[in-house]
């Protein structure tokens, strides 16, 4: 947990104590702890809580959007989650409703990614809002605060995190220079088949490349 908040944090997702992050193990969540400063985390700043939010372990209070972890695992299943207020999503979070599928690597995501309506952070309202825009995606924004990703590992939830950001900031550069053309259903699909057909995303041997 520590050394993955560290590394978002020198990837410039993470600002001072802004942000949680949770992995889930069996029935037990280890997540980080209201007020640390994630990018300095230290294995002492994370708290280990049951499924209902019981502390089991840890001498610190978890993250005041615990409500939000648990609905994840709870609803969804999920191995990890990641929540920061990296720059590009959050801005992108202040103007638009979705994050439409401008490139190919918006499916490893589930395509569009939806914006959560605003509510206050740590709110009951706000991880249910965030718990319906994640319905079949890997990504959400939170309008006007931030970004939240999951994954099946804690390395997954943040190699999400961070094709979340290079997208946002993908979009911001495209719409500074006229309107962006969005991949259809059609154009989706087509990338989808390739992908499975080429077993995108993993390396081969020249041998395997020839077969």
């Not at 104590?17 to 700043?45: F, K, M």
């Not at 049951?50 to 840890?58: I, S, T, Y």
Request: net charge negative; hydrophobic share 45%; proline share 3%.
């Amino acid at each position: 947990m520590a050394d993955v908040c560290r590394r978002l944090g020198a990837a410039g997702l993470l600002i001072g104590t802004a942000g949680n992050v949770s992995v889930r193990v069996g029935d037990r969540v280890a997540v980080t702890a209201t007020g640390a400063v994630l990018a300095q985390l230290t294995a002492g700043q994370v708290t280990v809580v049951d499924l209902d939010g019981k502390v089991l372990a840890g001498t610190l209070q978890p993250t005041s959007e615990l409500d939000l972890h648990l609905g994840v695992y709870r609803r969804y299943g999920a191995g990890a989650v990641v929540h920061t207020h990296a720059p590009m999503a959050t801005a992108l979070s202040c103007v638009l409703d979705e994050l439409p599928c401008i490139h190919y690597q918006l499916l490893a995501l589930g395509g569009t990614v939806r914006v959560a309506p605003y509510a206050t952070f740590g709110t009951p309202e706000l991880a249910e809002s965030v718990l319906a825009a994640l319905d079949g995606r890997s990504a959400a924004l939170l309008a006007n605060h931030g970004s939240v990703t999951v994954g099946p590992t804690l390395d997954k939830a943040v190699e999400n995190a961070l094709l979340l950001e290079w997208a946002c900031g993908v979009y911001q550069h495209a719409a500074a220079l006229g309107t962006p053309r969005v991949l259809d259903e059609q154009q989706q699909l087509a990338v989808i088949e390739a992908a499975i057909a080429r077993n995108y995303g993993t390396t081969r041997s020249l041998q395997e490349g020839r077969s």
